[in-house]
């Protein structure tokens, strides 16, 4: 998991981000060469901008073992779309603020030493390798951070860890190691696991004998002696790892000196020796260990590999590393990895650490300084001078430049130089600007001098940040084998910006929001790339363009439009198809506004208004109704004569205002007589609550709403499948026996109290004779044009470039008709009522809208005059307007709609094309 947490200067967390909106995370942890340097860990995190995360103070990464490393941010900075954070472990910095007054133990356990040191803090301490040894010393004045050093130098190796429940730090702890990390079964191999093996040999410091000195003794006359080893004895035949007689002050691996030593005359090799000072060491049997583990140490050349990995192991695991072109063959300790936790991708330095640390520098003395180590205040009288001169040379005390070292900054005593400082006045105190150059590389400083906020520019691995580049102009570049990790380029368009970012291709506004973007998709169960994805942005459009002929321009072929969504995905498409092989439609399928059904004639699950010539009566032609919008719906005809005996038997006369007791609660109303069992509302009251619940926009009291009722209520609990008939609704409607499918209705659907069951099959068997041999009237014949002929197409249904600034994409919701003549007269397409006759000048300008008998509705715009009244009857063909180019209108036309309400969604226009013109 690579989230990172990020908390506020009270240690509360405010923000988990997740790797999506992570562009970099890179942690760094060494093992340092010295013992008495705690562990460097670092992080940096590059992460989408986030106003919150400004005030963010510390941060937080999770191990597999579900404890968390922290770091505390001290550097952060602002880029526009993205925040960049460079953090420290928080441990050690925390621990520097507290002061270890005066602790003196001897012999005692690193456990109860280390509880000791950090009694009255947050911190506890946890795991403690039982192999560790006792251990004596003295704390006196120094923080916790500086006496936990000084603990580890005598043997172990400190981690330190936290817990993080709810929103906040619950337990903070330290584990105390003889090594951090066990053997690992894991094998570097060139080629393999490990994509590049370097290997490192350092022979400047070999020494085949040390001369080991402790603690300074007090010997009674004022004048200090180190303590030595020279009365221990070393016996291999007791176990211990080499001979040193009595008196011997040295300590020699003689197999080391024959391999390493210094060429003699006569063909021998002589030894390689330097004295090695433990000051804080005050006995001898402990001192000679002390000084065997540097001989080991310091006897053979340093080797060090460094490799980069898809996949590391962790700090302080003993590895193996094999390349074999060069003959390297390796057991070795993982002392440093730089991890990035987004891609697994690690780079692990093994083998022996070569940074040279100020501790182990000043430890080493040699003979011709043995003389000088004996001496007090007339040493101290020199080394003072010498100090003054060495600042007076370095710019300490005074000039623009400085050499420092770490006892300047207040990080050890050592004057070891480790960076070069340049200002832009004559002393760090009168500056406010530093370029500084040290082992993590070039950097600068704004404002007091504080390491802290060293922003590095330019790292000594030679990776540069573009951040710097404030100036000038980049020519002439070639870019050759480039591989882009962890990084966002941003292209700027007209109006628009191209990001690509962890592989994906976006499009931004001006808002920097996402209007679109191509990606790789994923498999959910392998969670491999199995394709290519294009992802329309929120409430915006995606298409797929042609261009304009006249204008250079383009106009949509496909389109998904803004409305689309997950829940409601909508696509729009505008030409000619051509399509080979099988198409399977999973859905509706309708065909110029008309819904095509399995055996059905291509409705809409409406009546079209239409009647055969044979169908005459009143109630013949509710009959009639009921029948052809059932067979809409996907009914048989013999299921649908079934379920018409039972109206009929319900009804009487197979109203769809059939009422049993007018007013009164618990009684039935409609076609099948809907009654409310509770006996708290009325038949029709209870059935617009069905309604309601089904979402059913048509009038209750009509044939249309009823039957969508009857099927939505039938598949929503009405129908109870009994006996041997079909279980489930579906099963009905294909259903070929009249008497089963009567009798199936009257037990599975209206479970009537009085059933009369010989009355319902013979009405069923009545209306399947009298109906099953009639056509439906063809669909359009009933809509004639609104103008005379010869008739010309201005513009087509459906979406188009609009033809008024600024020429966005519209939607047509009707036909746009000229004949020659601007004041042509406008008929009615359709006899029926006049719903709408006004002024609307922002959208339709002067407008008519008529209501229909087959429920549907007919729009006339832009006319210069009206002729029709609200309320009026109009009859087919009878003038209602003259042609005209009111509201917003390029020129004199009769803009035609056909729609399904009077004021619908853009999904209740038809084109009406097929209705008037084919």
């Given at each position: 998991?690579?989230?990172?947490?990020?908390?506020?200067?009270?240690?509360?967390?405010?923000?988990?981000?997740?790797?999506?909106?992570?562009?970099?995370?890179?942690?760094?942890?060494?093992?340092?060469?010295?013992?008495?340097?705690?562990?460097?860990?670092?992080?940096?995190?590059?992460?989408?901008?986030?106003?919150?995360?400004?005030?963010?103070?510390?941060?937080?990464?999770?191990?597999?073992?579900?404890?968390?490393?922290?770091?505390?941010?001290?550097?952060?900075?602002?880029?526009?779309?993205?925040?960049?954070?460079?953090?420290?472990?928080?441990?050690?910095?925390?621990?520097?603020?507290?002061?270890?007054?005066?602790?003196?133990?001897?012999?005692?356990?690193?456990?109860?030493?280390?509880?000791?040191?950090?009694?009255?803090?947050?911190?506890?301490?946890?795991?403690?390798?039982?192999?560790?040894?006792?251990?004596?010393?003295?704390?006196?004045?120094?923080?916790?951070?500086?006496?936990?050093?000084?603990?580890?130098?005598?043997?172990?190796?400190?981690?330190?860890?936290?817990?993080?429940?709810?929103?906040?730090?619950?337990?903070?702890?330290?584990?105390?190691?003889?090594?951090?990390?066990?053997?690992?079964?894991?094998?570097?191999?060139?080629?393999?696991?490990?994509?590049?093996?370097?290997?490192?040999?350092?022979?400047?410091?070999?020494?085949?004998?040390?001369?080991?000195?402790?603690?300074?003794?007090?010997?009674?006359?004022?004048?200090?002696?180190?303590?030595?080893?020279?009365?221990?004895?070393?016996?291999?035949?007791?176990?211990?790892?080499?001979?040193?007689?009595?008196?011997?002050?040295?300590?020699?691996?003689?197999?080391?000196?024959?391999?390493?030593?210094?060429?003699?005359?006569?063909?021998?090799?002589?030894?390689?020796?330097?004295?090695?000072?433990?000051?804080?060491?005050d006995n001898p049997e402990k001192l000679l260990e002390r000084t065997y583990e540097e001989l080991v140490a310091c006897s053979r050349p340093l080797v060090q590999f460094?490799?980069?990995?898809?996949?590391?192991?962790?700090?302080?695991?003993?590895?193996?590393?094999?390349?074999?072109?060069?003959?390297?063959?390796?057991?070795?300790?993982?002392?440093?990895?730089?991890?990035?936790?987004?891609?697994?991708?690690?780079?692990?330095?093994?083998?022996?650490?070569?940074?040279?640390?100020?501790?182990?520098?000043?430890?080493?003395?040699?003979?011709?300084?043995?003389?000088?180590?004996?001496?007090?205040?007339?040493?101290?009288?020199?080394?003072?001078?010498?100090?003054?001169q060495s600042d007076v040379v370095r710019g300490a005390k005074g000039g623009s430049i400085i050499m420092m070292n770490p006892s300047d900054t207040g990080e050890s005593?050592?004057?070891?130089?480790?960076?070069?400082?340049?200002?832009?006045?004559?002393?760090?105190?009168?500056?406010?600007?530093?370029?500084?150059?040290?082992?993590?590389?070039?950097?600068?400083?704004?404002?007091?001098?504080?390491?802290?906020?060293?922003?590095?520019?330019?790292?000594?691995?030679?990776?540069?940040?573009?951040?710097?580049?404030?100036?000038?102009?980049?020519?002439?570049?070639?870019?050759?084998?480039?591989?882009?990790?962890?990084?966002?380029?941003?292209?700027?368009?007209?109006?628009?910006?191209?990001?690509?970012?962890?592989?994906?291709?976006?499009?931004?506004?001006?808002?920097?929001?996402?209007?679109?973007?191509?990606?790789?998709?994923?498999?959910?169960?392998?969670?491999?790339?199995?394709?290519?994805?294009?992802?329309?942005?929120?409430?915006?459009?995606?298409?797929?363009?042609?261009?304009?002929?006249?204008?250079?321009?383009?106009?949509?072929?496909?389109?998904?439009?803004?409305?689309?969504?997950?829940?409601?995905?909508?696509?729009?498409?505008?030409?000619?198809?051509?399509?080979?092989?099988?198409?399977?439609?999973?859905?509706?399928?309708?065909?110029?506004?008309?819904?095509?059904?399995?055996?059905?004639?291509?409705?809409?699950?409406?009546?079209?208004?239409?009647?055969?010539?044979?169908?005459?009566?009143?109630?013949?032609?509710?009959?009639?109704?009921?029948?052809?919008?059932?067979?809409?719906?996907?009914?048989?005809?013999?299921?649908?004569?079934?379920?018409?005996?039972?109206?009929?038997?319900?009804?009487?006369?197979m109203s769809p205002t059939a009422n049993e007791r007018p007013g009164v609660p618990g009684y039935g109303y409609g076609l099948v007589q809907w009654t409310d069992s509770?006996?708290?509302?009325?038949?029709?009251?209870?059935?617009?609550?069905?309604?309601?619940?089904?979402?059913?926009?048509?009038?209750?009291?009509?044939?249309?709403?009823?039957?969508?009722?009857?099927?939505?209520?039938?598949?929503?609990?009405?129908?109870?499948?009994?006996?041997?008939?079909?279980?489930?609704?579906?099963?009905?409607?294909?259903?070929?026996?009249?008497?089963?499918?009567?009798?199936?209705?009257?037990?599975?659907?209206?479970?009537?109290?009085?059933?009369?069951?010989?009355?319902?099959?013979?009405?069923?068997?009545?209306?399947?004779?009298?109906?099953?041999?009639?056509?439906?009237?063809?669909?359009?014949?009933?809509?004639?044009?609104?103008?005379?002929?010869?008739?010309?197409?201005?513009?087509?249904?459906?979406?188009?470039?609009?033809?008024?600034?600024?020429?966005?994409?519209?939607?047509?919701?009707?036909?746009?008709?000229?004949?020659?003549?601007?004041?042509?007269?406008?008929?009615?397409?359709?006899?029926?009522?006049?719903?709408?006759?006004?002024?609307?000048?922002?959208?339709?300008?002067?407008?008519?809208?008529?209501?229909?008998?087959?429920?549907?509705?007919?729009?006339?715009?832009?006319?210069?005059?009206?002729?029709?009244?609200?309320?009026?009857?109009?009859?087919?063909?009878?003038?209602?307007?003259?042609?005209?180019?009111?509201?917003?209108?390029?020129?004199?036309?009769?803009?035609?709609?056909?729609?399904?309400?009077?004021?619908?969604?853009?999904?209740?226009?038809?084109?009406?094309?097929?209705?008037?013109?084919?």
């Open positions: 998991m690579s989230n990172v947490y990020f908390f506020n200067d009270a240690q509360r967390l405010m923000k988990v981000v997740s790797e999506q909106a992570l562009t970099e995370v890179i942690q760094e942890q060494e093992i340092t060469t010295a013992k008495s340097e705690l562990l460097n860990d670092t992080l940096s995190v590059v992460v989408d901008y986030h106003d919150e995360l400004k005030e963010a103070a510390y941060m937080a990464v999770r191990e597999l073992d579900l404890s968390f490393y922290m770091y505390r941010i001290y550097h952060s900075s602002d880029s526009g779309d993205q925040l960049t954070f460079t953090g420290v472990g928080f441990a050690p910095d925390e621990l520097a603020g507290y002061v270890v007054e005066n602790l003196q133990v001897k012999e005692r356990s690193v456990k109860s030493v280390a509880q000791l040191l950090v009694k009255g803090t947050d911190w506890t301490v946890g795991y403690v390798d039982d192999r560790l040894a006792a251990v004596s010393g003295e704390f006196s004045y120094l923080s916790i951070k500086e006496a936990l050093k000084q603990l580890q130098a005598l043997g172990c190796e400190i981690v330190f860890k936290c817990q993080l429940e709810g929103r906040g730090i619950s337990r903070k702890w330290m584990d105390i190691y003889q090594q951090i990390g066990e053997v690992s079964n894991t094998r570097f191999t060139y080629g393999e696991k490990a994509l590049s093996i370097i290997r490192e040999q350092d022979r400047s410091q070999i020494y085949t004998s040390l001369i080991g000195r402790g603690k300074s003794q007090d010997v009674g006359d004022g004048q200090g002696k180190k303590l030595d080893f020279k009365e221990v004895e070393w016996k291999k035949s007791r176990g211990n790892p080499l001979n040193k007689p009595k008196g011997q002050q040295w300590l020699e691996l003689p197999e080391m000196t024959a391999a390493y030593g210094i060429p003699m005359s006569d063909g021998s090799m002589g030894k390689r020796e330097k004295v090695v000072i433990f000051d804080n060491e460094k490799t980069t990995t898809l996949s590391g192991d962790a700090i302080g695991n003993w590895v193996t590393v094999h390349r074999a072109d060069r003959g390297y063959h390796y057991e070795t300790r993982v002392f440093k990895v730089k991890k990035d936790r987004l891609t697994g991708k690690s780079e692990a330095g093994l083998g022996d650490n070569m940074t040279k640390s100020a501790s182990r520098n000043t430890a080493t003395i040699h003979h011709e300084l043995k003389a000088l180590d004996e001496r007090k205040m007339t040493f101290q009288e020199s080394e003072d001078i010498a100090k003054w005593d050592s004057r070891v130089p480790n960076q070069m400082v340049w200002m832009n006045g004559p002393s760090l105190d009168a500056s406010d600007n530093f370029l500084v150059a040290n082992s993590q590389g070039i950097g600068f400083i704004e404002g007091p001098f504080d390491m802290t906020d060293f922003k590095p520019a330019w790292s000594i691995d030679g990776a540069f940040n573009a951040n710097y580049i404030k100036a000038g102009v980049l020519r002439a570049i070639d870019i050759i084998g480039v591989t882009i990790t962890g990084s966002t380029i941003t292209t700027d368009g007209d109006n628009h910006k191209v990001r690509l970012k962890n592989g994906m291709l976006s499009i931004l506004n001006d808002d920097n929001e996402v209007i679109g973007s191509l990606f790789a998709s994923y498999s959910s169960a392998t969670g491999k790339a199995n394709g290519v994805a294009l992802q329309q942005g929120k409430n915006e459009i995606l298409s797929l363009n042609t261009s304009n002929l006249n204008d250079g321009g383009s106009t949509y072929v496909i389109q998904i439009p803004k409305e689309s969504n997950s829940n409601k995905p909508l696509i729009n498409s505008r030409g000619k198809w051509q399509h080979d092989g099988d198409l399977n439609i999973n859905g509706r399928l309708t065909l110029n506004g008309q819904e095509v059904t399995p055996g059905g004639s291509g409705g809409n699950n409406n009546w079209d208004g239409q009647y055969p010539p044979e169908v005459t009566t009143a109630i013949d032609k509710r009959a009639w109704e009921i029948w052809i919008t059932a067979i809409n719906q996907g009914h048989t005809k013999e299921s649908t004569a079934g379920m018409m005996g039972n109206i009929q038997r319900e009804t009487g006369d509770t006996k708290t509302y009325t038949g029709r009251d209870y059935m617009i609550g069905l309604m309601d619940q089904a979402q059913i926009k048509d009038k209750p009291d009509t044939i249309q709403g009823q039957m969508k009722l009857i099927d939505w209520h039938a598949k929503n609990g009405q129908w109870i499948p009994t006996g041997e008939f079909p279980q489930t609704w579906a099963m009905f409607k294909q259903m070929t026996n009249i008497d089963s499918a009567t009798m199936a209705f009257l037990k599975n659907f209206e479970r009537a109290g009085v059933e009369a069951s010989g009355e319902r099959v013979q009405n069923a068997y009545g209306w399947y004779n009298k109906f099953k041999e009639l056509k439906p009237p063809v669909m359009g014949t009933a809509f004639k044009p609104p103008i005379s002929g010869p008739i010309t197409v201005t513009s087509e249904f459906g979406w188009r470039v609009s033809p008024r600034p600024p020429h966005v994409d519209e939607l047509h919701n009707g036909i746009d008709l000229v004949n020659g003549n601007p004041n042509t007269p406008i008929y009615a397409a359709m006899a029926g009522e006049v719903v709408v006759a006004g002024n609307y000048p922002d959208w339709y300008g002067l407008y008519i809208v008529m209501k229909h008998p087959n429920g549907k509705y007919t729009g006339y715009a832009h006319n210069s005059s009206l002729n029709v009244k609200i309320g009026q009857q109009v009859a087919q063909g009878q003038q209602i307007a003259v042609m005209g180019t009111t509201g917003p209108s390029t020129g004199e036309h009769c803009h035609f709609q056909i729609m399904n309400d009077v004021w619908p969604s853009n999904e209740g226009f038809e084109n009406p094309r097929p209705y008037i013109l084919e």
